[in-house]
């Protein structure tokens, strides 16, 4: 998956009105791999799960749900997009999500 570690490395993480620690470990994130790698495992969720929200793909992958939430603002659009918004085990709605094919 060369094109989506690419990609990942290129967009930026830290908003430019964050403080500069946050722009220290986007930079630390994506330098040392754990980025891209939680990216690769995320995207993989979803394809296996699709229509899955993102706290239930914290489940199942075994992830911190922030962590899970970072990468698939990461993916979106060009590898996984939303689904419909749904409520499960009386949780608030959360949006479902699907890979789109745009898998390199």
């Known amino acids: 998956m060369n094109q989506l570690t690419l990609t990942l490395t290129a967009a930026p993480i830290a908003h430019r009105s ?5 722009h220290a470990a986007a930079l630390d994130v994506t330098a ?8 690769e495992r995320v995207l993989s969720g979803v394809s296996q799960y699709p229509g899955r929200t993102s706290t239930e793909l ?10 899970v939430r970072r990468r698939l603002s ?10 419909e918004a ?17 898998i390199a």
């Open 32 to 39: 040392s791999g754990k980025r891209s790698t939680d990216a």
């Open 58 to 67: 914290a489940d199942l992958l075994g992830m911190p749900l922030y962590a």
């Open 86 to 102: 749904v409520a499960r085990g009386g949780q608030r709605s959360q949006v479902t999500w699907y890979a789109t094919g745009g």
């Open 18 to 22: 964050d403080p500069w620690t946050s």
């Open 74 to 83: 990461d993916l979106g659009g060009e590898y996984i997009c939303k689904g």
